[in-house]
């Protein structure tokens, strides 16, 4: 890991909105990089699908770091991942595969508090996972501690403010809800929390300029570029099907473009 790409890193997070648009392979990063973005999150579920897979920790460890470590060789920015719940339910998993990204590049990752299954770990457990993870990085990786209690627990402020503070003590650095999309609960839970606030931004959520007012920190995407990437594809393969156009395939960057992120 490089200190000094982690400590840039850290200080976008300080003073304004740090937006990170989600690359999910090495070609959507450099894309992303080369059209301003000032750090790169990566997107489990784009990864996942770039890969055969479907999303929601159905990849593996050595899958996932793999390509972070493509990302990161192809970026000169600061680089953070998605790794999902940690690739296995003990605090010792969660250890390693911090460390196996940390050995990739990384300079940052984002921690579910959800299992597979689709439930919730509870707060003192998630809490001891989050400590393998603070221990096992260097003091300026950022570790973006995500709940899925909007997402897809039952909606509770309080047990989110309560698992807010735990995280805190355990040692994360910022606080991903997604689902939590209101301005006014999201304004509460920015002036309560003792982390930065990381928003899941989609179409129908507040914009940048707005979450920005309000003191949210950090703003990523999830999938939706990925998605709107595939969408692409799907269109301009439509079209030549059945239509017999090129017309959609004007859409992209030219081919010297593309060509010269990678030289």
């Not at 911090?98 to 439930?119: F, R, Y």
């Not at 990786?141 to 402020?157: H, S, Y």
Request: net charge negative.
């Amino acid at each position: 890991m490089d200190v000094e790409k982690a400590k840039a890193f850290r200080a976008l997070h300080e003073d304004s909105l740090l937006v990170l648009p989600n690359a999910w392979d090495a070609g959507s990063a450099a894309v992303i990089v080369n059209a301003g973005a000032k750090a790169v999150a990566t997107t489990s579920g784009g990864v996942a699908w770039s890969l055969g897979k479907a999303d929601g920790q159905q990849l593996g460890r050595a899958e996932m770091v793999e390509v972070v470590r493509r990302v990161v060789a192809a970026v000169d920015v600061p680089v953070t991942a998605d790794i999902e719940g940690g690739y296995g339910p003990a605090p010792d998993d969660v250890g390693a595969t911090i460390a196996a990204v940390v050995a990739a590049g990384a300079v940052g990752a984002n921690l579910e508090d959800s299992k597979p299954d689709g439930t919730l770990f509870a707060i003192a457990e998630q809490a001891e996972r989050l400590k393998a993870a603070r221990a096992s990085a260097p003091a300026e990786f950022v570790l973006n501690a995500r709940t899925d209690v909007f997402l897809l627990g039952d909606k509770d402020f309080d047990d989110l403010l309560a698992r807010a503070r735990a995280y805190a003590e355990a040692g994360a650095d910022c606080l991903f809800v997604p689902g939590l999309i209101d301005l006014d609960a999201l304004r509460s839970l920015v002036d309560q929390s003792p982390l930065p606030i990381n928003v899941m931004g989609f179409p129908g959520v507040a914009s940048p300029k707005e979450l920005a007012a309000i003191g949210v920190r950090r703003l990523s995407v999830g999938t939706a570029v990925a998605q709107a990437a595939y969408g692409t594809a799907a269109r301009a393969a439509k079209a030549l099907l059945e239509e017999g156009s090129y017309d959609a395939l004007a859409d992209g960057p030219d081919y010297g473009t593309m060509n010269s992120l990678f030289t």
